[in-house]
Structure formats: C-alpha cells, structure tokens
C-alpha cells in the first residue's frame, strides 16, 4: 500500500473544498488557542498569588493588640496598649515553633526633605522585621540592633517614598524629618509593589521601634508582634500557642474574651489561589467543549464528503482499491484538518496570550505542557471523529456507489 500516494490524494481532496476546509479548520484553531490562553492566563494570576503569598513573610505569625470585642465594643490597633515588649521577649523565649519575632509601632506621618513633602506611613521594628518579612535591602545597609539599643534616629524607605521625595538623587545618608524629627536614610527597600488588599507596600518608612516609641508616639506599648514560625506547617499551631501565652501572661480568666487578635491573611491568600485553580480548571474545560464543536465539525464535513464522493470510491474498489486503503485515506483527510488547526491554535494561543499578558500587565508563561496535551488532543480529536466517516466510506458497497447519482 503507497501510503504517500494516499497522503497526497487526502490533501488533494481537502484542497478541491478550500472554504469548507478552512471552516473546518477555524473550529479546532480557536479550540486549540481558547485552551492555551486560559493555561497561560490561569497560570500567570496564579503566579501574581503565589507572589501575595511569598510577600506575606516567611511562615508569617501576626499578633494585634486589641481584642475583637471588648466590653461589647469592637477594639482596633492604635492606642490599645495590651501588647508589650515583654510579650514579645516571652513569646520569642518561650515559644519553640516561633524562630523569630519583631515588635512593630506603626502610624502615619508627613514627612518632608528639602522641598519636598509626602505623607505616608512608617513602622518601628526590630531588625528581625527584614527576614520575617521577606523584604530585602536595595540600597544602603539596614539598621541593627545596636540602632535599636539606642534609639537612634535612623531609617530604611520604601521605593515609593525615594521617588517622592529624591527622585533620581541617592536618598543613602540624606536627613529627613517626620515632624520635627531629624532621620537619616541608611536604606532603600527592595520593591514589593502592591498587597492583597490593594495597598502600596513600598510607600512606607522603617524604622527602630524604640526610636518610634520614644521620639515619635511616646507610648511604652507595641500596636503588634510579627512572628515568624519554623515552617509553614506549623503556623496556626504557633498561632494557638501564642494565644495561650499571651491569655495566661495578660490573665485572662476563662469567660473573658482575648485582648489582641491572631491574623492569619495567608489562609485568605491561600484560599484565593485554590479558587484561581478551581476557575483555571473550569475555564479549561468550557475551552474544551469548543474543541469538541471542532470535531462534530470535522465529522460533519467529512460525512458531507463521503455522501458527495460515493462514486469516486465505488470506482476506486472496483479497480482494486481495498476497505484499508478507502478508510485510511478519509480517516487521513481528518486527521489532517486536525493537525492543520492544531498548529494554527497553537500558533494563535501564544500570540493571544502574548497579547493579553501586555494588555493585563503580567507576565505570562506559556506552558509546555498545555501546548503539548493541546495537540496530542487535536490529533485526537481527528481520529476519533473521522473514524466513522472513514469507516463508512470504506464499508460502501461498490456496486450501489458505482449507481449513486
């Protein structure tokens, strides 16, 4: 059996009908491209999650001062003075799932160089606060503890605040003032860009906590704990344990209700990116019924093409021709529709998602994997809908095709 010869005459046929082919083909292209693009778009929001979740800290612990509900009425942060230091010495000592923690004071504040003033937000920490959080240094050296010790007037600053205030100038050993505050900038923080909740994580300035405490708030109290746990596992069972500590060191009777919160934004994160899979999934398969349409499509035109070449095949089995041959030939016809589509869909699919990487701002990632099951499935989906046209075709008796009119 001349396989070429049947190959050559399968195009031959499918180029007799360029239109019809060529809808044929568009159903299985735009298949192929829907599911690619939702992979890659699937894959590029995960990835911006993923990134929320990293941004978060590493094996975040978060204890806020005020309960949620005090004597009937709900507490916040700011002047609640129920944490101190001495809660976060004991939760560091006593504490084995916790490796490290960091007293935060926080608030806002206008802050003013030479000419130029902006009014952002600023926290006191302990030098700790860089590794639990993640944040790395991208200029300067961060302060230490020696800083901390002494109440020195010293600070890092968000990318944000550098271009507000500096511009292109290098902000490393300038003064800035918070109020009437003379600080030195000793760094520049690497850029986190924006939270889960849509704030700008880079408008913000570091600093001592001792320093915020005595020279900017003048309270002895810490509006939080940042905690960091010795693995991701065992986050909420440190969560529990410091709710226990701090019950015990605040007594706390049974009946009474906590005076701070344990936060855990890593489960809402978390919960985020399962919903952005579930939807990835879902989306890949209504992306998939379209694939199925191209097939009944290609099973539709190549049924419409057995019925209108009846005699053609009647008088190719009456030279010779075999039922293998007849059914090669037409199940090769819509393999090939298949394949030319698969191709175009991938082709369409990266550029599409190329495109909608720019429009979004994100950057996309085209899987490999995606575009392999794509045309694994394309293939596929020629065989399985071309075969009972093919076979079909091949089972015509010749004498009655060679009567078809």
């Not at 039922?323 to 589509?341: K, N, P, R, T, W």
Request: glycine letters at 8%.
């Amino acid at each position: 059996m001349n396989y070429l010869a049947l190959l050559a005459a399968s195009v031959w046929a499918l180029l007799r009908n360029k239109l019809r082919s060529l809808l044929t083909v568009l159903g299985i292209t735009i298949g192929i491209a829907a599911v690619i693009c939702v992979v890659a778009i699937g894959k590029a929001g995960q990835a911006r999650v993923e990134q929320q979740l990293n941004n978060l800290g590493d094996n975040f612990v978060w204890i806020e001062a005020g309960g949620r509900a005090v004597n009937g009425v709900r507490t916040g942060t700011h002047g609640t003075p129920t944490l101190t230091l001495g809660d976060a010495l004991a939760i560091k000592n006593q504490i084995p799932m916790i490796k490290s923690v960091s007293p935060n004071v926080d608030g806002s504040i206008q802050v003013i160089y030479a000419n130029q003033n902006w009014f952002t937000s600023y926290r006191g920490v302990s030098p700790e606060y860089f590794d639990i959080k993640r944040w790395g240094i991208d200029q300067g050296a961060a302060f230490t503890k020696d800083d901390v010790d002494r109440s020195a007037a010293v600070c890092a600053i968000g990318r944000t605040v550098r271009d507000q205030l500096f511009g292109p100038e290098d902000p490393i050993g300038k003064v800035i003032r918070l109020r009437s505050l003379p600080v030195k900038v000793v760094a520049v923080l690497s850029p986190k860009g924006l939270a889960i909740s849509g704030q700008d994580q880079d408008d913000t300035i570091l600093l001592p906590y001792t320093t915020v405490q005595k020279k900017l708030k003048g309270v002895t109290w810490l509006d939080d704990i940042l905690c960091s746990a010795v693995s991701p596992d065992v986050v909420k069972l440190a969560g529990q344990q410091t709710a226990a500590l701090l019950r015990d060191r605040h007594h706390l009777r049974p009946e009474e209700n906590d005076d701070f919160n344990i936060r855990n934004p890593e489960d809402i994160i978390k919960a985020q990116l399962e919903a952005s899979r579930t939807l990835t999934l879902l989306l890949v398969a209504i992306a998939s019924i379209s694939l199925i349409v191209g097939g009944i499509g290609i099973m539709n035109v190549m049924l419409v093409s057995v019925t209108e070449r009846t005699r053609e095949i009647g008088v190719r089995v009456s030279v010779g021709a075999t039922e293998e041959a007849i059914q090669i030939q037409f199940l090769a016809e819509s393999v090939i529709l298949s394949l030319v589509g698969g191709v175009a869909g991938m082709v369409a699919g990266v550029v599409g998602s190329f495109f909608v990487g720019r429009a979004l701002n994100w950057p996309m990632e085209i899987s490999l994997k995606a575009v392999l099951l794509a045309a694994l499935f394309s293939i596929a989906v020629g065989v399985f809908f071309g075969y009972y046209p093919a076979r079909k075709a091949s089972l015509l008796d010749p004498i009655e095709a060679l009567r078809y009119e």
